[in-house]
């Protein structure tokens, strides 16, 4: 008896690694990908660079005062000269026209800062990104990722859910920075505030200080406007 359980169990791990396994979809390479907004920069995740991937393999390109952005491998853009210092606040509105179009499952897209060695295998950062589901994550690279506000995404009644896959959702982001706290705020209401003293320091960020930008997960398509700093 003890034998047959143990089957069971090892077979009922095995498909729970599977099932995770089916969920972790490979990054796409995306048609046509590379920066054509001038000025911009991008480097994609450390994971993304170990299998060969590079920010020609996602796309960042620009309409008017649009954004537009097609993944590929997770990736930050940023434009060098978009720096903060002291106690700022950077926000920008994202949208995915359909949810879900590239992925079977969601991905976040959100607002990075605190970057510095931009470009570099020492890069580190802030970010906070929102789920067209509901949630939200915060999270780190300094320049190992480190989780701020868990290892899993958070739900939050603020970010907004799309009615469907394929059905349009739009999310306004912000992430503010004080003497001695970081806010992530989402559709106008601060989902997460996190001491500065719990995010900068060996192994995490090497200040809020830096460039800003923008984050997109893999195989995500979106949009992004009234990207600025306060």
Partial sequence: MRRTYGSLAVTAALLVVAGNADAQDAARAVSGGGISVQGWMGKVDPNEAEKGLT??????????????????PAIVYWNPTNTATGSY???ATFREAAY????????????????????????????????????????GFGPA?????????????????????????????????????VECSIN???????????IVGAGKLKSTDGVWGIRFAHNTEGTVTGLMKN
Avoid: W
């Fill in 55 to 72: 920010v020609n393999n996602a796309k960042l390109a620009s309409a008017a005062d649009v954004l537009q952005v097609t993944t590929g």
């Fill in 89 to 91: 606040t950077v926000k």
């Fill in 100 to 139: 879900m179009n590239l992925n079977n499952h969601p991905h976040p897209y959100g607002i990075f800062v605190g970057g510095n060695d931009m470009g570099t295998d020492q890069q580190s950062l802030l970010y906070c990104s929102a789920y067209g589901n509901g949630r939200f994550i915060v999270r």
């Fill in 145 to 181: 990722p480190f989780g701020v506000n868990g290892q899993r995404p958070e739900a939050n009644d603020a970010v907004n859910k799309a009615a469907g896959q394929g059905q349009p959702v739009t999310q306004e982001i912000a992430v503010s920075v004080t003497a001695d706290k």
């Fill in 188 to 198: 106008g209401t601060v989902v997460g505030s996190y001491p500065k003293a719990d």
